[in-house]
Each structure stands twice: as structure tokens, then as C-alpha cells.
């Protein structure tokens, strides 16, 4: 189940905008594996169309994806974009309207912001304390405080 959050880490975002390529790591977290991916992409388009691929095609492993986009509004996958943006506004500024797999509500992302996607297989009850300590486990594994 993907979980989409923003953070704003300028340590690690530094880190991310200094970067040409992804770092893929695999990470041994609380004795569990966990794939660790600093995503140095910044085109919103190719970074949502990212996550739904790794989502689709990685199942059972647990993916804790860090990202950031250039300027542009992501939309949930059940909005009315009308209802939600003024489309011509953003046509103005030159900044696309990206929709994403998952639901929720309508975002602005830039450089500025940090962006994660935590993926995983639960059984019964997400169990977000556990989500938690290993996201943070992971950030603090690649140097984040």
C-alpha cells in the first residue's frame, strides 16, 4: 500500500539535488529487507509513472522511494481536476497538472519540498508505528538526522 508524504528535509534535499542518478540500496532494517531508493529525477510525469511501476512490478518487497518534482500540481486519482485547479492559471505559469495512482487530495510540489512513497504487503491492519520507525530507520541509514 503506498503511502505519499512531504517533508522538508533541506539536508537530504541538498543531498538529492546534488545527485545525477538514483541510489539503490537494499537495507537491512529490524532484521527485514528494505529497498531504499533516492530518486534524483525531478520530471513529475516520469516520477508518478515511477512510483505506479514500482508498485506494480516490485509486490511483496518493501520500496521506500525519496523524491522531489519540479513545479507541479498532482491531483488523487478520483478528483475532478476542474474542481480542483484553475486549469488556465496553471497553463499561464507553465505548471502541469499530474495525477497519481493513489487517492487523496490535490498538492503543490517544487524543488523545495521532499517527497516519499513507502510501499508495502500488509495483512489485516496497517500498522502505522511499524511504517514509521522504518522509514525512519531507512533515512537515518543514508545520513538523515
Known amino acids: ?15 538529492l539535488t546534488a545527485r545525477s542518478a538514483n541510489d539503490i540500496m537494499k537495507q537491512k532494517i529490524g532484521g527485514d529487507w528494505m529497498i ?16 505506479e511501476y514500482v508498485f506494480t512490478h516490485f509486490t511483496g518487497d518493501e520500496i521506500f522511494l525519496i523524491w522531489r518534482n519540479s513545479p507541479a500540481v498532482v491531483v488523487g486519482s478520483y478528483q475532478n481536476i476542474c474542481r480542483e485547479v484553475h486549469v488556465r492559471a496553471l497553463m499561464e505559469k507553465n505548471i502541469p497538472v499530474v495525477r497519481r495512482m493513489t487517492g487523496g487530495g490535490t498538492v503543490y510540489h517544487d524543488l ?23 522509514m525512519v530507520s531507512a533515512l537515518n541509514a543514508i545520513g538523515a538526522p
Open 112 to 134: 523545495g519540498n521532499l517527497n516519499y512513497t513507502y510501499i508495502y504487503t500488509e495483512n489485516g491492519e496497517m500498522d502505522y508505528a511499524r511504517g514509521l520507525d522504518r
Open 1 to 15: 500500500m503506498p503511502a505519499e508524504c512531504e517533508s522538508d528535509d533541506s539536508g537530504l534535499n541538498a543531498r
Open 36 to 51: 531504499t531508493v533516492l530518486n534524483a529525477e525531478t520530471n513529475p510525469f516520469f516520477n508518478q509513472a515511477f512510483e
